[in-house]
């Protein structure tokens, strides 16, 4: 199982980011995917998260400014983040539990600047 995140970046205060996760070695579909974060200081937090079903769930912090998708076609899971603010800054990671196993991707740096 392989999970490639990527899309972080420096980003101003109020701009929009699109994160990536391709993934190989499972079959995608089936499977219900997560965003994580770890912000500074901070331990690692459940952001999003979609289910085969396409139903999403989201933290509190950010409902409303980022969507969680996929394209199982693509094998890809998506995080778009809109609104960004500095306490967005953090390293984001996809996941996935597979047979009680937590896989995860390398993680991407986001940095949200004032």
């Known amino acids: 199982v392989q999970l490639q995140a990527s899309g972080g970046g420096l980003v101003q205060v109020g701009g929009s980011l699109r994160l990536s996760c391709a993934a190989s070695?499972?079959?995608?579909?089936?499977?219900?995917m997560h965003w994580y974060r770890q912000r500074p200081g901070n331990q690692r937090e459940l952001v999003a998260s979609i289910t085969s079903g396409y139903t999403t769930r989201y933290q509190d912090s950010v409902k409303g400014r980022f969507t969680i998708s996929r394209d199982n076609a693509k094998n890809t899971l998506y995080l778009q983040m809109n609104s960004l603010e500095p306490d967005d800054t953090a390293v984001y990671y996809c996941?996935?539990?597979?047979?009680?196993?937590?896989?995860w991707g390398q993680g991407t740096q986001l940095t949200v600047s004032s």
């Open positions: 070695g499972i079959i995608f579909r089936n499977n219900p």
């Open positions: 996941n996935t539990i597979i047979w009680g196993t937590d896989y």
